[in-house]
């Protein structure tokens, strides 16, 4: 009996306890009355992006700025009076996110903000040009300034019905696919031939049809790039049509070989000269080589023979850039002083310099008898 009132009155205990703290617990993570003055010094936002990394469409500070716009301020206000509803009605009006969490933290005197984007898988741009997201689970979003992601994209003859259906369930294939994960970079929708995938690497139309078989489309196409391109290249063909039951269809981009168009676009077969040409024989035409002129001597040999002229001999000097200025001309030799005769002698002239050539000794002699 005893030992039943004692188990009985532990579990009251444990239970009172656990009352106890939570009744704590929820007293700390309320805020406060309007007396306690907590106001909120910043706001915390986590956006969870379906594989992780960083967001798709809007960062945190562009969540701020959308509640900016909408009137909802929330720094510097007290937490009590902050109205989380509005806050969420106005992040759930934005359609990239599928889940919208908003409470306060007295603790951290802060705002937290939790948000899950949509998981976008393509864009599409319908005949009438507009433009929307295409997210897992056949949900749109309209494009719209500030939203950039990098995705395939699906235009051409088609509407948000058909994007929705035969286009999505083609994307859907694709990435279950690991090899065909990143292989293709654009949809068109053609009005004839059907839906058309173009390879991020490469020009060839890869031409799926109308027939939503995807998935046997694509191994052929698989099939089709492994045994063929290799060998002929991987700008062979301008299109492969897969959307014959059992065979693939290629256009070769550079023609047949051996075959021709003829005026009606009918496919003739050449004759063998016309298809293979032969080379010919004969030798190619030379072009007239130009003679070069014979390279000068360094140092050019003397015209008097002997040693050959040096490179200063040769060369003329440098014509100076300063003009020459003009030779001062050369004074004239100031006429000899004649000595003074002494006093008692007489001086006889000097005879006078004859410019004719001195007479020969005879005619001197004769004048002397003359006289």
């Not at 030992?3 to 704590?24: D, F, H, P, Q």
């Not at 359609?95 to 705002?111: T, W």
């Not at 008097?304 to 014509?319: I, L």
Request: glycine letters at 8%; one cysteine or more.
């Amino acid at each position: 009996m005893r030992k039943a009132r004692l188990i009985k009155n532990s579990i009251i205990g444990i239970l009172a306890l656990v009352t106890l703290l939570a009744l704590v617990y929820f007293m700390l993570s309320t805020p406060r009355g309007e007396g306690s003055g907590v106001r909120c010094q910043r706001v915390d936002i986590h956006i969870e992006a379906r594989g992780g990394g960083e967001p798709l469409f809007l960062p945190p500070e562009g969540v701020l700025d959308e509640l900016t716009h909408h009137g909802v301020l929330l720094k510097g206000k007290r937490l009590d009076s902050i109205d989380l509803r509005r806050v969420e009605r106005v992040l759930r009006a934005v359609p990239v996110y599928e889940r919208v969490e908003a409470f306060v933290s007295p603790a951290s005197a802060s705002v937290q903000i939790r948000l899950r984007e949509k998981h976008p898988l393509f864009i599409v741009q319908d005949r009438k040009g507009q433009s929307h997201y295409v997210t897992e689970g056949r949900g749109t979003i309209p494009v719209r300034v500030g939203f950039a992601t990098y995705l395939p994209i699906a235009s051409g003859d088609l509407d948000l019905p058909y994007a929705t259906t035969a286009v999505y369930d083609l994307v859907e294939t694709l990435r279950r696919d690991s090899y065909f994960a990143d292989y293709f970079g654009q949809i068109y929708v053609d009005a004839t031939q059907g839906v058309i995938l173009i390879p991020r690497v490469g020009t060839t139309r890869v031409i799926m049809g109308k027939s939503p078989n995807w998935a046997e489309k694509l191994h052929k196409w698989r099939l089709f790039s492994e045994a063929v391109l290799p060998k002929r290249g991987l700008n062979a063909f301008a299109y492969v049509n897969l959307d014959y039951e059992g065979q693939v269809v290629a256009r070769d981009r550079h023609g047949i070989q051996g075959f021709a168009r003829d005026e009606d676009g009918e496919l003739v077969r050449l004759s063998s000269d016309e298809a293979y040409p032969q080379p010919s024989t004969a030798p190619a035409p030379t072009s007239p080589r130009e003679v070069s002129p014979a390279p000068q001597e360094r140092y050019p040999r003397n015209p008097k023979g002997g040693t050959p002229v040096t490179s200063r001999e040769v060369s003329p000097k440098p014509p100076s850039s300063s003009p020459k200025k003009p030779s001062k001309p050369t004074p004239k030799p100031a006429p000899e002083a004649r000595p003074k005769p002494k006093k008692g002698t007489t001086s006889t002239p000097a005879p006078a310099r004859d410019s004719k050539k001195p007479e020969s000794t005879k005619q001197k002699t004769n004048q002397t008898k003359k006289k």
